[in-house]
């Protein structure tokens, strides 16, 4: 594969002299930027109610038709379009990458190695929606003959932060038909408060993992057998898996209530549209609701592949994403979504975005000199306001993403405070908290002093309907995957959770020895390790 490097390209030396203007030149602060004529208009986009505004970026004209370049340069759109037709663009594990194929709905075959996948794909959506119907109906019922009223979702990583942040969303606007609870966290804890939220004879238990055999979910399934066990309740009638084909989880020796199938080339944190998400959210709000959502992935998955690169919102963020960390040396990126229905979205960004992003050497292989990703955390505004913004705007500067909602769920009768709504409220704060950040504000009390500069994008989706919702989530997803083409990384691998992995497996045989012989010590050379393993044994410090 020839050799990529983004510091190797014609627009990043062009980028890397226009930086200096902003470092160095108070022309280029953000207070004056953002009165230069039609500012607004030239930096923002739209398309189907979606809009981006990054109008209060610390960037000019110059540097937007160089960043321009830099996507034309490093072939962005057409690495985009590889990924869509189903090429092994994920060259360290030699595979293809199509989670939009999930929700692609412009056309009927795709080939990969010989099998139609779309034809695939919409069986086990067929298969999902024939299976949610059922259980909707009372057909499908749980040992007792009751109908199921919750699902308990089992699996950690991409298994589950995208499925909850959809369904947090979602349960905005609809009431959910089977409740979700999920069980990620192999802490015993995190079990035992998931079943004092559920009825063991109405609950479904959905094991998700590819390869049947990731650590955290397998312990865990071991709980929910012997608690399904311990309450008279038969596996087959409770337990539904999500998994590779022919792994361990689709055994017939081992029957369960229904099984469906995950691929190679979908990844656990973009599995959001495939079974991953589909089953759970069809429990929960019915079929009809999640192709809905699929149908706003679709959407924006089109723009993302199909506009040019001036005009393509996916590939703007991912442009300004590089500019702030790699020109502007910003590290961290803050997610604040005004509206609580949002609230789970910067927990599933951060796995997309860092797990994506956080690479050490090029897609071919060669070890980069200048960074990659960034730091994502965030918290719903107004919350973040009280949490973390003296910091946003006194302390060590980030780039912001607001997200605001124009129409609320909750439309019955409201009150006003000074004047105004609740939501008019929320507005007020997001319209004002991103222009305090690029202004600033003189003061004779350095104390009481801002410096502003401080850049944000704010991005508007029309409601937290199922379309919105998946036009939303597809944004995130393609800004990640430009960004990543645009960095020359592969952003589908993820072999930096296994090193701990690998240490946790000798630790754990040793724990395993001592639970045979209590009288057993521990043979481990490290001091650090001894002692923790020696505090817990004990139970006390």
């Known amino acids: 594969m020839k050799q990529f490097r983004l510091n190797q390209q014609e627009a990043y030396a062009v980028l890397n002299n226009l930086s200096n203007r902003f470092k160095r030149s108070s022309e280029y602060h953000l207070k004056h ?7 607004f208009h030239r930096f923002s986009l739209s398309m189907d109610r979606f809009f981006y505004d990054f109008s209060k970026q610390r960037l000019d004209a110059d540097v937007k038709q160089a960043l321009i370049d830099l996507a034309k340069q490093t072939r962005a759109r057409q690495w985009f379009s590889k990924m869509v037709n189903g090429e092994r663009i994920n060259c360290t594990e030699d595979r293809a990458v199509l989670h939009t194929a999930t929700r692609d709905m412009s056309r009927n075959k795709l080939d990969l190695d010989g099998t139609n ?20 109906s009372g057909a499908v019922c749980s040992t007792t003959g009751k109908a199921f009223s919750d699902a308990v979702i089992v699996g950690i990583g991409g298994s589950y932060l995208g499925c909850e942040f959809v369904y947090q969303a979602m349960s905005y606007s609809m009431d959910p038909k089977i409740k979700l609870h999920f069980l990620p966290n192999v802490d015993i804890d995190n079990f035992g408060q998931v079943i004092k939220q559920i009825q063991p004879e109405t609950c479904m238990w959905v094991v998700i993992s590819k390869s049947y055999t990731t650590t955290e979910t397998m312990a865990n399934l071991n709980q929910v057998l012997a608690f399904l066990d311990s309450n008279g309740l038969k596996p087959d009638d409770h337990l539904v898996t999500i998994t590779a084909k022919g792994s361990p989880g689709d055994n017939p020796d ?16 973009y599995s959001v549209s495939s079974a991953v998400g589909g089953l759970p959210l069809s429990l929960s709000f019915g079929f009809e ?19 040019p690169e001036a005009t393509n919102i996916p590939l703007t963020a991912a442009l300004i994403a ?37 690479k050490t050497v090029t897609r071919d292989g060669k070890t980069i000199g200048y960074p990659t990703g960034s730091i994502i955390f965030g918290e719903p505004g107004t919350n973040a306001q009280h949490s973390f913004f003296q910091l946003a705007h006194q302390g060590s500067p980030f780039p912001i993403d607001f997200i605001g909602i124009v129409r609320p769920v909750f439309t019955n009768k409201q009150v006003k405070s000074k004047g105004v709504y609740n939501h008019q409220e929320l507005w007020a704060n997001m319209i004002a908290q991103a222009r305090a950040l690029a202004v ?20 508007l989706i029309n409601d937290v309907s199922p379309k919105s919702i998946g036009m939303l989530l597809s944004f995130y997803e393609a800004r990640t995957v430009y960004e990543g083409f645009l960095l020359g990384v592969n952003p589908f691998d993820q ?46 410090l």
Not at 254 to 269: C, K, Q, T, Y
Not at 442 to 458: E, I, L
Request: charged share 20%; net charge neutral; hydrophobic share 35%.
């Open 33 to 39: 930027l953002i009165q230069e004529d039609d500012r």
């Open 254 to 269: 081992n029957p369960v209530l229904a099984s469906f199938h995950m691929f190679d080339f979908i990844g656990g944190r």
């Open 117 to 136: 996948i779309l034809k695939q794909l919409r069986q086990v959506n067929e298969k999902i929606g024939a299976f949610s119907h059922q259980v909707h």
């Open 440 to 459: 600033g504000k003189d003061d004779p009390d350095p104390a009481k002093s801002f410096t502003g500069n401080r850049p944000s994008s704010t991005i």
């Open 322 to 358: 590089v500019w702030n960390s790699n020109f502007l040396n910003y590290p961290t990126q803050g997610i604040i979504p005004y509206a609580s229905a949002l609230s789970k979205l910067a927990p599933h960004f951060q796995q997309l975005n860092m797990e994506s992003l956080g």
């Open 495 to 540: 072999f930096g959770v296994q090193l701990g992995k690998v240490l946790a497996a000798k630790i754990r045989r040793e724990m395993e020895a001592k639970n045979r012989d209590a009288n057993l010590g521990f043979d481990i050379p490290d001091p650090a390790t001894r002692f923790y393993l020696d505090t817990l044994f004990k139970g006390e």
């Open 289 to 307: 609701s999640f192709n809905r959502f699929l149908s706003g992935c679709h959407q924006m998955d089109q723009h993302a592949l199909n506009q």
